[in-house]
């Protein structure tokens, strides 16, 4: 299943990005102050998504990308795919999965993953 997973940045601000369902990255949103403000915006993404723009962009390297606007605020941008076809292939799955996908917030706790110490 698809996801928004939020965390929290080493300098302390959140983040959210939407993995697909195979875990692979789709984009990325930009820095927020505060956690509340990644679930703002992914309420207003499942709530209002017709508010939002897809502007398509390449970069200086060829790679294609796009970036997620609302207002002209640019609110995430995609990762990078090496045709245009996966730049559409990227967008198509995050159209298709975002009605079922989750919110998962790894932000509460930074050693969510850390090694567990053996005893003796």
Known sequence: ????????????????????????????????????????IIETIRNDFDSFVFR??????GKYFFRITRGGLVLANS?????????QKGIDQ????LPEAETLD???NEDIFAEVEEEE
């Open 79 to 87: 990762r990078k795919f090496s045709t245009e076809l996966m730049l």
């Open 94 to 97: 995050f159209l298709k999965f």
């Open 106 to 108: 790894f932000s509460v």
């Open 1 to 40: 299943m698809s996801a928004f997973v939020i965390s929290k940045r080493e300098n302390g601000s959140y983040k959210f990005t939407f993995a697909s369902r195979r875990g692979k990255t789709i984009f990325t949103s930009i820095a927020c102050r505060e956690k509340s403000d990644c679930e703002k």
């Open 56 to 61: 398509k962009a390449r970069t200086g390297s």
